[in-house]
């Protein structure tokens, strides 16, 4: 992509009211726009990042087995009220009547709506274990939607839904999605602790994927001899050592990226999802739910990865992966600017993302402040003085050396 006809440009200025580094960031930069409080655009760049999110989130939900679907937003209330949670979500959820005064809500999670489905398709122990999963926009009413994409009003989540025959299937699925969490967080770039928290409807416990950040909300417990980690609750319940190894705890901030419930038998029973098991018998299906925000996963990265001048992305979600910058002193058609399209061309033709600033009316403190807030991992830089020597300049946004490569021996010599 050449940056002189990049839709967005970059700002000198966030809103004001933008406190959080990610908003910061993401708004100069050109990444997302903003609507209202908790209300974000995705632009082109931003849209870039999110799709290699939301792609190594499908990778790794399709190799755990799961079927991706999309279901809708609007909700019925009769299903939240089979399962008596209709006046309960009135807080977070979104709840309004249309034209013929009929009662509907905005998804802020699909249990209800998706158990509902399953009943057309699940009957007998030989229709399961099942496991479905959808990237779609929810809604919630958030009223601290102050942290940029930490905390949207209207954002996405990757909701994976896994239905069982009994509890043994559902214990080891349930791990197996703990493992394809850490791969997903890890394959992001970023560094999630698996936390245990209280709040599964089945069991004692669920766990939380956090992220260690100051501007996270939320309060986690981390031994500092073996790595457990458990959250606030579970804190306030247990003692001030460590279950596993008996060590003391650091209080950290984190961000919750992601987390994992087991649901048991409350949807299925209520929306009447049974099956017939080996021996005839009818019982309700057991179920368990797993939650990732790509958005704030795109978020946290920022606020894990940056310095003051502008994000440093992972390598695996960087919108390119080169920038390359043109410093051509005397305007088209200067060899400068030959060399450069030519590696722009020769690297596009190798399937590697370059973003190409070719601006014509941008000074080299201007080029070179821009591809620091944008933050690609490899940044190019062809000049007249690098030209002198046949050469590239060659520096990573995570290293503060630069280093030389000559022409012929760019592509193999890149990062
Ligand atoms: P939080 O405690 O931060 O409000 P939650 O417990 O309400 O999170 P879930 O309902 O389990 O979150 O949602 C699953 C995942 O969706 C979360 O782990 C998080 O990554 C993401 N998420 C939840 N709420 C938001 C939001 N308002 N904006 C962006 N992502 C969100
Ligand atoms: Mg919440």
Same mark, same amino acid.
């Not at 992305?313 to 919108?319: C, N």
């Given at each position: 992509?050449?940056?002189?006809?990049?839709?967005?440009?970059?700002?000198?200025?966030?809103?004001?009211?933008?406190?959080?580094?990610?908003?910061? /960031?993401?708004?100069?930069?050109?990444?997302?726009?903003?609507?209202?409080?908790? =209300? $974000?655009?995705?632009?082109?760049?931003?849209?870039?990042?999110?799709?290699?999110?939301?792609?190594?989130?499908?990778?790794?939900?399709?190799?755990?087995?799961? !079927?991706? *679907?999309?279901?809708?937003?609007? !909700?019925?209330?009769?299903?939240?009220?089979?399962?008596?949670?209709?006046?309960?979500?009135?807080?977070?959820? $979104?709840?309004?009547?249309?034209?013929?005064?009929?009662?509907?809500?905005?998804?802020?999670?699909?249990?209800?709506?998706?158990?509902?489905?399953? !009943?057309?398709?699940?009957?007998?122990?030989?229709?399961?274990?099942?496991?479905? #999963?959808?990237?779609?926009?929810?809604?919630?009413?958030?009223?601290?939607?102050?942290?940029?994409?930490?905390?949207?009003?209207?954002? *996405?989540?990757?909701? *994976? $839904?896994?239905?069982?025959?009994?509890?043994?299937?559902?214990?080891? #699925?349930?791990?197996?999605?703990? =493992?394809?969490?850490?791969?997903?967080?890890?394959? &992001?770039? =970023?560094?999630?602790?698996?936390?245990?928290?209280?709040?599964?409807?089945?069991?004692?416990?669920?766990?939380?994927?956090? &992220?260690?950040? %100051? &501007?996270?909300?939320?309060?986690?417990?981390?031994?500092?001899?073996?790595?457990?980690?458990?959250?606030?609750?579970?804190?306030?319940?247990?003692?001030?050592?460590?279950?596993?190894?008996?060590?003391? /705890?650091?209080?950290?901030?984190?961000?919750?990226?992601?987390?994992? /419930?087991?649901?048991?038998?409350?949807?299925?029973?209520?929306?009447?999802? %049974?099956?017939?098991?080996?021996?005839?018998?009818?019982?309700?299906?057991?179920?368990?739910?797993?939650?990732?925000?790509?958005?704030? @996963?795109?978020?946290?990265?920022?606020?894990?990865?940056?310095?003051?001048?502008?994000?440093?992305?992972?390598?695996?979600?960087?919108?390119?992966?080169?920038?390359?910058?043109?410093?051509?002193?005397?305007?088209?058609?200067?060899?400068? !600017?030959?060399?450069?399209?030519?590696?722009?061309? %020769?690297?596009?033709?190798?399937?590697?993302?370059?973003? $190409?600033?070719?601006?014509?009316?941008?000074?080299?403190?201007?080029?070179?402040?821009?591809? %620091?807030? @944008?933050?690609?991992? &490899?940044?190019?830089?062809?000049?007249?003085?690098?030209?002198?020597?046949?050469?590239?300049?060659?520096?990573?946004?995570?290293?503060?050396?630069?280093?030389?490569?000559?022409?012929?021996?760019?592509?193999?010599?890149?990062?």
């Amino acid at each position: 992509m050449r940056l002189s006809k990049l839709f967005t440009k970059t700002l000198r200025e966030a809103p004001a009211d933008e406190a959080s580094k990610n908003a910061q /960031f993401l708004i100069r930069g050109g990444f997302i726009s903003k609507v209202m409080a908790g =209300v $974000y655009e995705y632009m082109p760049l931003g849209w870039r990042v999110l799709d290699k999110i939301n792609n190594i989130i499908r990778e790794e939900m399709n190799a755990v087995g799961g !079927q991706e *679907l999309f279901m809708s937003v609007f !909700q019925n209330k009769d299903i939240w009220s089979a399962t008596e949670r209709w006046d309960g979500a009135k807080e977070v959820m $979104y709840q309004f009547k249309d034209s013929s005064g009929k009662e509907l809500g905005l998804g802020f999670t699909h249990e209800e709506p998706l158990t509902a489905a399953a !009943q057309h398709f699940i009957s007998s122990y030989k229709d399961l274990p099942k496991a479905v #999963y959808q990237i779609q926009t929810k809604f919630r009413r958030e009223e601290r939607a102050k942290s940029g994409l930490l905390r949207g009003r209207e954002f *996405l989540m990757k909701d *994976l $839904y896994s239905f069982h025959a009994d509890q043994e299937d559902l214990d080891r #699925y349930y791990e197996e999605v703990a =493992v394809a969490y850490d791969k997903i967080f890890k394959r &992001v770039g =970023v560094k999630a602790l698996r936390t245990s928290a209280s709040g599964g409807l089945f069991s004692k416990y669920s766990d939380e994927f956090q &992220v260690l950040a %100051d &501007v996270g909300e939320d309060l986690i417990y981390v031994c500092s001899e073996c790595g457990y980690a458990e959250n606030k609750e579970i804190h306030a319940e247990g003692g001030s050592k460590c279950p596993k190894c008996g060590h003391g /705890f650091t209080e950290e901030k984190s961000i919750e990226v992601g987390n994992i /419930f087991k649901l048991g038998t409350k949807f299925s029973s209520a929306l009447g999802l %049974d099956f017939t098991d080996e021996a005839g018998a009818k019982k309700p299906v057991i179920m368990a739910s797993y939650g990732i925000g790509p958005g704030r @996963l795109m978020a946290t990265a920022v606020e894990v990865s940056n310095d003051e001048r502008g994000i440093i992305w992972p390598e695996t979600i960087a919108p390119y992966r080169v920038h390359l910058v043109l410093l051509d002193e005397q305007g088209a058609r200067s060899k400068e !600017q030959e060399v450069a399209n030519k590696i722009y061309e %020769d690297l596009s033709k190798k399937g590697i993302d370059v973003l $190409y600033d070719d601006r014509q009316d941008k000074t080299a403190g201007e080029k070179f402040a821009d591809a %620091d807030l @944008l933050g690609c991992p &490899v940044r190019l830089v062809v000049s007249k003085r690098t030209l002198e020597k046949d050469q590239v300049e060659i520096k990573m946004r995570n290293k503060k050396e630069v280093a030389f490569a000559s022409l012929k021996d760019l592509l193999s010599q890149l990062p």
